[in-house]
């Protein structure tokens, strides 16, 4: 089974029941020390139960990796995700991915992508799937994204 079809299995699963967040956000808080770094080991953790990660570089416990820009790497670098540029089309199983220079970082699932400029994703920002808008809402305190990741389907 190819990770873009584990990842469609993932999603199906958000879709049709919303504890599978609730619980990797749970773990997420159980394991990794402080708010900031739950997003990336929201997303690892709902990458492991589907069997697409952990090949990254360990350095969170339980396998989880905390640290977003070490995680995006990992998913391009070592399990073959291609970078998708903003602007492109994005699709259901992407992985949204914002690095900001003033070290502001986050990481989600976009669960639905029928409405590019605002998906329905998955994160460790809210307990149900909900709308998050690509460009960024200082209102909502949302950084920009800054590109997505695709998994591949071979």
């Known amino acids: 089974m190819s ?3 584990k990842v469609a299995s993932l999603i199906s699963s958000l879709e049709t029941n919303i504890a599978v967040l609730s619980y990797a956000q ?6 990794v020390s402080g708010p900031a770094n739950h997003c990336a080991a929201t997303l690892s953790a709902l990458l492991v139960f589907f069997g697409i990660y952990p090949y990254g570089a360990f350095s969170g416990s339980g ?11 990992d998913l391009q670098n070592r399990q073959g995700w291609s970078q998708i540029v903003l602007g492109a089309a994005i699709e259901s199983g992407d992985v949204g991915v914002v690095l900001l220079s003033s070290g502001i970082h986050h990481i989600y699932l976009v669960v639905d992508a029928t409405d ?18 690509v460009g960024g809402d ?17």
């Open 26 to 31: 749970n773990i997420a808080t159980a394991i």
């Open 3 to 5: 990770q873009s079809d």
């Open 116 to 133: 590019q400029l605002q998906p329905v994703i998955a994160d460790n920002q809210n307990p149900n799937l909900h709308i998050r808008t």
């Open 138 to 154: 200082p209102a909502q305190n949302w950084s920009p994204t800054s590109y997505f990741l695709r998994a591949p389907s071979v």
């Open 63 to 73: 396998d989880l990796q905390p640290w977003v820009p070490t995680l995006a790497l």
